[in-house]
């Protein structure tokens, strides 16, 4: 962050400046975590589940040189600079939308069901071929996060990519206004948050509020597949672009002959047919978000030749898609960040088509499914319908983990895709779960685990890493 002075900052968020010199507080650094705060630093204290107010002594013994304060001034530890304000979350985002009319840097906002950390990773990484780019870090994608990836964004700073989480309407309005992007890419519709929205179409009018902030003249990227976007289009505003993407043709940014195999996907495009493009992740559906990096980067002029490199190359985010070693030399497909029905649909059936390891391609498919969150009163129906894209051979296994999961089990049983010997339930027993995994998981297994981030499942795959290390140490 460029620094600041503490008048200016003042001024900004309309807050009354309370220090000794305030013209010698110059701040390069913003925090809503005491723990976080280091020198130069600007304490945030938010209220919510316990107030942040009481920890600005500890911001200000790690460093923190001011803070907003909307509480009696007299409470504020001695030697903290203050900026009083009504509300410590508003003056954040009034201090981020004032620090983004400085860098001036162009905003790419994506937001989608699934898909959008992958699709921010790629787009980044393909405008840094050309731009000094700067993103959203982790799960800083929410009312706060959202401000601070915007005040850590470093002053020559060219585009600025942001993802943008939700869980009710008006939460997308809110960052599209504050953001105000030029450029608005939704990846995908699924089914997350139908506990609080009720429906699909409930949830691609709040995904839709992206366009809110969108500038004039700007682009709207989306799946032009996607009959819950397109029946819309009627009715989005007639002073932006609007580009679709999509794996068939009739779309305005397509892929051509896709080749998936287990650690990448091989695909070309209709913006340069004669150009072959890698991405080091499996599967269609990234295929998708790799058009949706693509679009991007042909609205900001670069080529699709330019950006080869780049996207062949991208790193993405912890713990979405990714292989690693496990124990006795299976192959674990860690996708334990998040899930919705569509996206567990999608990621199974591009694991299924896998080809299975071993010479003669003897090895096993093992599926360790947990809870998708937030689905409401169908989420049972929707947890079972999972079964839809499950394809079996004879030694594979079904490992489930949750109570949701229980209608999987059932449904699989009852109509017979597996044997009960093929598919455990371990309610909420995951030490029963990783203690199965480690007892019954063989040489050329191939692993999936996927659920949504609040089931844990990342234990299941530490402690599949972790027992693939002690192995190898009792075989050394």
């Known amino acids: 962050m460029k620094k600041l002075a503490l008048n200016e900052i003042a001024k900004a968020v309309q807050g009354q400046v309370q220090a000794e010199d305030p013209d010698a507080v110059l701040l390069d650094h913003v925090v809503f975590d005491a723990r976080q705060a280091q020198p130069g630093s600007l304490f945030v204290p938010l209220t919510g589940q ?5 920890f600005a002594q500890q911001a200000l013994d790690n460093g923190a040189v001011a803070a907003f304060w909307s509480k009696d001034p007299a409470q504020a530890p001695a030697g903290l600079a203050l ?7 508003a003056a954040l985002h009034d201090l981020a939308a004032y620090y983004l009319s400085l860098v001036q840097a162009k905003v790419v906002a994506i937001t989608g069901s699934s898909g959008k950390t992958t699709t921010k990773d790629m787009t980044a990484a393909c405008l840094s071929v050309a731009y000094r780019v700067h993103k959203t870090q982790g799960n800083y994608n929410n009312e706060i996060g959202l401000p601070i ?3 850590e964004m470093p002053e020559e700073t060219e585009v600025l990519v942001l ?3 939700m869980s009710n309407f008006g939460e997308i309005r809110e960052l599209s ?8 890419v939704i990846t995908m519709i699924g089914e997350d948050h139908l506990e609080f929205l009720k429906t699909k179409a409930n949830i691609a009018k709040a995904k839709l509020e992206i366009l809110d902030g969108l500038k004039e003249g700007g682009s709207f990227i989306y799946p032009g597949e996607e009959e819950l976007i397109t029946s819309q289009l009627g009715d989005i505003r007639e002073d932006i672009e609007t580009l679709s993407v999509g794996l068939t043709e009739n779309q305005d940014i397509y892929a051509l002959d896709i080749i998936v195999d287990q650690y990448q996907t091989q695909f070309s495009s209709n913006l340069s047919p004669t150009v072959q493009l890698t991405i080091p992740v499996s599967g269609r559906y990234n295929v998708v978000n790799a058009l949706d990096a693509c679009a991007v980067s042909y609205r900001l002029g670069l080529s699709i030749e330019q950006i080869q490199e780049a996207l062949a190359n991208f790193q993405m985010t912890a713990n979405r898609t990714a292989w690693i070693e496990g124990i006795n030399e299976s192959q674990v497909l860690d996708d334990t960040y998040n899930a919705s029905p569509s996206a567990m649909k999608a990621v199974i059936s591009n694991f299924v088509q896998v080809p299975r390891a071993g010479d003669a391609q003897q090895g096993r498919k093992l599926y360790v499914l947990a809870d998708m969150l937030e689905l409401g009163p169908d989420a049972g129906q929707l947890h079972a319908s999972v079964a839809d894209v499950l394809t079996l051979e004879d030694q594979d296994q079904v490992l489930l983990y949750g109570l949701e999961m229980e209608a999987l089990y059932e449904r699989l049983l009852a109509a017979g895709q597996a044997r009960p010997d093929q598919v455990h339930y371990f309610k909420e027993d995951k030490a029963a779960l990783i203690a199965w995994l480690e007892d019954h998981t063989r040489h050329y297994d191939q692993i999936l685990v996927k659920g949504s981030h609040g089931m844990g499942l990342l234990e299941v795959v530490e402690a599949l890493r972790r027992l693939d290390i002690e192995s ?5």
């Open 50 to 54: 316990r107030d942040g107010h009481d």
């Open 83 to 89: 900026i009083q304000v009504p509300d410590t979350l």
């Open 149 to 151: 990836t915007i005040l």
């Open 163 to 165: 993802e943008m989480g």
């Open 177 to 184: 206004l504050l953001a105000q992007p030029d450029l608005a």
């Open 472 to 476: 190898q140490a009792k075989e050394d």
